[in-house]
């Protein structure tokens, strides 16, 4: 059974850092993507950075979105079967859960949301003075 434990959240001062991480187990796809999303009060989830594992992709192709491109990175450590987000420059606006989900994909391109089977049960991230 696929499982996703986020970890990591926390709260911080404006201009502060946080890596969440997101330990995985049961996997038993080749080809798959593993998402980071939030959700902020009365806002709907939206997706932050995606990984892409497949057989192919040995660097691991990567999305940001818009609002955290530069300041957050996402990386992946295949022995561990962790997949983190380092948070950096970290805004007021960031504040969110965060959580991490994946779907199993071998296309080109990235899955919509409605692809995501799995996800972790959230971690919290608060960015204020």
């Known amino acids: 059974q696929v499982q996703l434990v986020e970890s990591g959240g926390g709260s911080v001062q404006p201009g502060g850092s946080l890596r969440l991480s997101c330990a995985t187990s049961?996997?038993?796809?080749?080809?798959?993507?593993i998402g980071w999303f939030r959700q902020a009060p009365g806002k709907e989830r939206e997706g932050v950075s995606f990984?892409?594992?497949?057989?192919?992709?040995?660097?691991?192709?990567?999305w940001y979105a818009d609002a955290v491109k530069g300041r957050f990175a996402i990386s992946r450590d295949t022995a561990k079967k962790t997949v983190y987000l380092q948070m950096d420059s970290l805004k007021p606006e960031d504040t969110a859960v965060y959580y991490c989900?994946?779907?199993?994909?071998?296309?080109?391109?990235?899955?919509?949301?409605?692809?995501?089977?799995?996800w972790g049960q959230g971690t919290q991230v608060t960015v204020s003075s």
């Open positions: 049961g996997f038993t796809f080749d080809y798959y993507v």
């Open positions: 989900a994946t779907a199993e994909w071998a296309e080109s391109g990235w899955p919509p949301e409605y692809e995501y089977d799995y």
């Open positions: 990984i892409k594992n497949s057989l192919t992709s040995t660097n691991g192709d990567r």
